[in-house]
Structure formats: structure tokens, C-alpha cells
């Protein structure tokens, strides 16, 4: 039973308990904690399998959901502090409970189909746009020997299914029958298919010094955290992945004061929700990515694994409401020059660096490594500095004279 | 260099994330709250009220309504009239204070308060049963006696009627038998007059 499910520690307990028999037990070796005569006979294995996979996914997913929803409420906390206001505070203590009245809300009102909508595209689009950023957990190591699937192509996976997102909200602006809808739906396509290539080119410098795809083997590579070996290939992720999420300061995609609320204007209700939550949890699974490639993922002393995976994801989630605190909103031309003068050249600037670090140093060496960290912090700030000087995101206001005949006569 | 104007503004948002936040948790929490503020309340004083209708005579709008009926009380005591109906429609006021100022007896005060939110216009009316029932805490605006002493209607006990005038007034006194002092043994010496 080859699969990429063999290394997951709860995948094999539950398994075991299902379907420990003397025919497998290769699977399930009899020392094993698990071992015990099994539940089911032998030839059954196969529903095991199901079982103890179904198992996993709903477990998974259920506690992102959760996860995603009280994120909702820190992330609503900690802007209103950083607002120097309270927050939600008034359901239940601290207003913990906000999230739920937050749902009771969503599910209680009327879900609205626009006359003018393709009816089929309109209620397929929150779908689509929820399955990818679950999809994403699938690759993503929580803990010691704890992942769903140990995929070799780990990375390029996430890379691939989160662009699925784009054309979730292309239908969605696109069927809404809206013309707001409709500007925020192009907006993201021109944006996230930009936005795409510094993200993808940021992770190449991580791969190269890995020297693989999986996230598993990622971490596990990290002897120190590749945040210090890796400065700029991590501010052009952070910056990069912000506007693939459409957060502030690059959130012209539901700009609520240009286009009302972009692409889901017309979306009411749970449809609206799953909008919502899908945005709340690609926050949350681009911190546990960022935590995986750039902090070695769960590795840290005392505390459990899963502990420390979360402790860091919460803490590239801080950094991400604090950056949505602090900066206002662009605009689209200077959105679109800020990815292709600053972070494109600043992500190969970075490869380029790499790899010839790479290939001259020894990297199993960690004096080595500390001494590119050296190299590659002096590059991420002079990269910086250099473009920021010379490049000009949008263009400067222009003097406009506008010759007004009577005005002059007069005078 | 641009970045350090962007580093600025996140030190900026972290300044305001450490200190407290300047949010007043309103029904359990209070400002302070000046004694001259005009609230949506009045104070009303019925045993200070000769039924002289200054008040309504000075009010810009015409929201105050006075009715009144010969009591055969004393003139010269003020009790000549007795009130039947004294209306203020705040859904109209605009708390120009004009009606205090025009009051001869200090029987009219701006109230304090102002938690006067109703479901219908016709609630926000004033009338004279509830402003001879409601707790006397007078703002001090236009009353110098009550800013003299440093009365704070937040914080302060209800100002009784005698208390409330600019000066002593004799003539009240031996007016309604039965009341606390009624039987003149706090009475002023001499007649001050106005």
C-alpha cells in the first residue's frame, strides 16, 4: 500500500485499529501501539484505508474551519487595537462569541440571486473559491510525522491550486450581472496573474537551498530558519502573497470605495460567508506556508510541534493584520508597477544570489550558512534601498494649466 | 529612501497597539461630564413656579405649554395660580436655555442627563408629572448660585427647592404646611429682596 499517507502517525492509528490482522502486518507491526486484532477481516483493508483517510480530511478540515473562524475574531481584535479602539468585546466574554454571532447572522439571511446573474457560474463561484485554500492543507506538515499527505511536489502543488482562486473571482464578478462586480473580477485577474510570478520566483531561492519540493523535506532541510537565509526571498513571498490574498494595502479587488465591494457585491448571505471565510483562511494557510518555507514549520524547543506550528502561523497572521493596520490602499497602476519593477527584479536579484551561493559554498557547512545569511541580508537591504530610489511607482501629479479666455480678458 | 516613510507608519500602529485604547465602554463607562453641559432633561422646582409663564413667553420656538387656574392662593406669596399642565416638547427644543434665563424665580434649570432616546415623537414631550417626580440634579448653566458652591449634577445629591434659588426667599416657607421647614424654623431673619 504505497501512499503518501503512510508517514501521517494518525492515518496509522486509526488504520491499525480498523484493519490490524496477521495478513498486514507489515502495515501494522505487531510491537506497534496500535496493534491489537482488528475490526474488520482480512481482504477489508481497503475500507480501512477509506475510513481512517475520511477520518483525517474531516478532522483537518473542520479544525481549519474553526480555526479560520476565530481567526476572524482575533484578526478583528487586534485591527481594533492597532486602531487604538476595543474590538468586538460585547458577545460573550471578550467577545469570543462574535464569530458565532457573526455566522447566525450570515445563515439567517435571505440569499439573493440578481435577475441578471448566469445562475450557475453565480452559485459555483464561492465553491471554487473555498476548495483551493482547503486544498492547500493537504501538503501543509502541522507537526513531527503530522501532514495529510507527504507529497513530493509539495510546493508547486500550493503554487498551482492556489491560482485556482482567480478564476473563482473572475465568475464571481463576471455572473454577478454587476458592473462593480464585473471591475473587481477583471482587477483580479490583472492582479493575481501579476502577482503570480514574484510569489513562484520567491520560492525558488527557498528550493534551491533545500534541494527539494516537498514541504516535508523543507523543513526538515531548515538548519537555521531560511527567513535569515532567505531576506528578500521572504519580503517578496510576504508582499507578494498579500495581494494574492487581495489584503490591504493591495485589496483594489473589493476596493469598498471605488467599487463598492468588487466582486462579491451581489453575494448575500452564507454565499457571502464562504467569500469570507475563504478569504480569513487563505490568511491562515499562507502564514502556515510562510512558517513552513521561511521559519522551519513546527521545529522548535520544548513546546509540541503543533504548538509551535501554530504559535508561528499566528505570528505571520500578526504581521499581516498589522500591515493591513497600517497601509492604505494603492493604486491599480501603481499596484501593478510595484510587481513588475520591484518584486520581479528583487525575486531574481534573489535566485541569481542564491545560486551562485549555492554553488560556491558548501551548504553542510553551517559556518557557510551563516555567512550567506551575511551576504544575503546586505543584499535584501541594498536591493531594497536601490529600488525603491530608482524605481517610481505610478507617475507624479502633473501641473495641469488650463487656459480660461473670458477669465483672462476680464484681467 | 521610500521604505522609511513605511517603516514610520508601522511604528506608528504599533505605538497604538501598546498604549490603551481611548474607547469609552458606554453604558457601563461615563465621561466626565461639565456642569454647565444643557441636557435633554429639565428641572423643574413647582414650589419655586409662581405660574408666571416667562418661559414660555421667551421661548424662540413656542414649545412650552402652560396651563394654569386661579388657586386662591396668596399674590404676593406667589401661589395665586396653580399648574395644571407645564409641556416641554424636546423633540422641537433646540436648549437654547433662554426659558431658564427668562425664569424670575429660578423655578426652571437645564437638566443633566441625556438618555432621552424614545419610539415615537410624541414621548419626547415633558410633562408636568414627570418633572415634578424626577430627581433634581440641575445643570449649573446659568445658575451662578449652583456653580458657586462647585455643584456637579454627575456626582452631586438632589438640590432641594429652597436650595436652588439665587437668594433666600421667605415668603415659601410657611406655604405648604406639612413640608420639612414649613413651620419657619429655618427661616431667613431678614427679607431679602429681588
Known amino acids: ?411 | 529612501m521610500y521604505g522609511l516613510g513605511i517603516l514610520n507608519g508601522f511604528l506608528v500602529t504599533m505605538k497604538n497597539f501598546i498604549k490603551k485604547p481611548v474607547t469609552i465602554q458606554y453604558p457601563e463607562e461615563r465621561n466626565p461630564q461639565h456642569p454647565r453641559f444643557r441636557g435633554e432633561e429639565f428641572v423643574w422646582y413647582e414650589d419655586r413656579c409662581t405660574a408666571c409663564a416667562s418661559c414660555a413667553k421667551y421661548c424662540p420656538l413656542g414649545i412650552i405649554k402652560i396651563v394654569t387656574h386661579p388657586s386662591g392662593g396668596k399674590l404676593p406669596e406667589g401661589d395665586a395660580y396653580a399648574i395644571d399642565v407645564f409641556d416641554i416638547d424636546i423633540g422641537r427644543c433646540m436648549f437654547c436655555g433662554l426659558c431658564v434665563e427668562a425664569c424670575p424665580y429660578d423655578a426652571l434649570f437645564m437638566g443633566s442627563g441625556f438618555e432621552e432616546s424614545k419610539y415615537k415623537r410624541a414621548d419626547l414631550v415633558i410633562h408636568a408629572d414627570r418633572l415634578r417626580a424626577a430627581e433634581k440634579h440641575p445643570s449649573t448653566w446659568f445658575r451662578p448660585q449652583l456653580e458657586g458652591r462647585g455643584y456637579d449634577p454627575q456626582s452631586d445629591a438632589p438640590v432641594p427647592w429652597k436650595e436652588a434659588g439665587r437668594e433666600s426667599w421667605p415668603h415659601h416657607l410657611p406655604q405648604r404646611p406639612g413640608e420639612p421647614g414649613a413651620d419657619g424654623a429655618d427661616a431667613p431673619s431678614s427679607p431679602a429682596g429681588h
Not at chain 1, 482488528?38 to 481512517?52: D, K, M, N, Q, V
Not at chain 1, 454571532?101 to 440571486?113: C, P, Q, R
Not at chain 1, 450557475?120 to 482547503?134: E, G, K, R, T, Y
Not at chain 1, 517610481?392 to 494649466?401: A, E, F, M, N
Open chain 1, 1 to 411: 500500500m504505497p501512499s503518501p499517507l503512510e508517514g501521517n502517525a494518525l492515518f496509522r492509528g486509526i488504520y491499525c485499529w480498523l484493519a490490524a490482522n496477521k495478513g498486514n502486518a507489515l502495515q501494522c507491526p505487531p510491537d506497534g501501539p496500535a496493534f491489537k486484532d482488528g475490526w474488520l477481516p482480512l481482504g477489508w483493508e481497503w475500507l480501512a484505508y477509506t475510513i481512517a483517510a475520511l477520518a483525517i480530511v474531516m478532522l483537518v478540515v473542520n479544525a481549519f474551519m474553526v480555526l479560520a473562524t476565530i481567526y476572524t475574531y482575533v484578526e478583528r481584535r487586534l485591527l481594533g487595537r492597532f486602531q487604538s479602539r476595543l474590538g468586538p468585546n460585547r458577545a460573550g466574554p471578550f467577545g469570543l462569541l462574535q464569530p458565532i454571532a457573526d455566522a447566525i447572522k450570515l445563515l439567517a439571511k435571505e440569499d439573493l440571486v440578481p435577475a441578471g446573474a448566469d445562475r450557475w457560474v453565480f452559485n459555483l463561484a464561492p465553491v471554487v473559491m473555498v476548495v483551493p485554500v482547503i486544498l492547500v492543507l493537504a501538503v501543509l506538515p502541522f507537526g513531527r510525522h503530522s501532514f495529510v499527505a507527504d507529497v513530493n511536489i509539495g510546493i508547486l502543488y500550493v503554487v498551482a491550486v492556489t491560482s485556482i482562486s482567480t478564476l473563482a473571482m473572475f465568475m464571481a464578478g463576471f455572473s454577478s450581472g454587476n458592473r462593480y462586480a464585473m471591475f473587481g473580477g477583471m482587477r483580479a485577474v490583472a492582479q493575481l496573474i501579476s502577482y503570480e510570478i514574484p510569489v513562484v520566483l520567491s520560492i525558488v531561492g527557498v528550493l534551491l537551498l533545500a534541494g527539494s519540493l516537498s514541504l516535508v523535506s523543507i523543513v526538515e532541510a531548515q538548519r537555521i530558519p531560511y527567513i535569515l537565509l532567505q531576506p528578500l526571498g521572504f519580503f517578496v513571498f510576504m508582499a507578494g502573497s498579500s495581494a494574492e490574498m487581495n489584503r490591504s494595502p493591495f485589496d483594489l479587488v473589493e476596493a469598498e470605495s471605488e467599487i463598492v465591494s468588487g466582486y462579491h457585491t451581489e453575494y448575500s448571505g452564507m454565499k457571502f460567508g464562504v467569500f469570507q471565510l475563504a478569504e480569513f483562511g487563505a490568511v491562515l494557510t499562507t502564514s502556515g506556508i510562510m512558517a513552513t518555507l521561511f521559519l522551519k514549520g513546527w521545529e522548535g524547543p520544548v513546546l509540541p510541534s503543533h504548538l509551535w506550528f501554530l504559535i508561528k502561523v499566528f505570528l505571520f497572521a500578526f504581521l499581516f493584520i498589522w500591515v493591513r493596520a497600517t497601509l492604505p490602499r494603492l493604486r491599480l497602476d501603481q499596484v501593478m508597477a510595484f510587481a513588475w519593477k520591484f518584486l520581479l527584479p528583487l525575486s531574481l536579484i534573489n535566485i541569481f544570489i542564491t545560486a551562485i551561493e549555492v554553488l560556491a559554498l558548501d551548504t553542510t557547512k553551517l559556518a557557510n550558512l551563516w555567512l550567506m545569511a551575511g551576504i544575503n541580508m546586505a543584499v535584501a537591504v541594498l536591493g531594497i534601498a536601490a529600488f525603491s530610489r530608482f524605481v517610481r511607482l505610478g507617475g507624479k501629479p502633473r501641473d495641469i494649466t488650463i487656459e480660461i479666455p473670458m477669465a483672462s480678458e476680464a484681467r
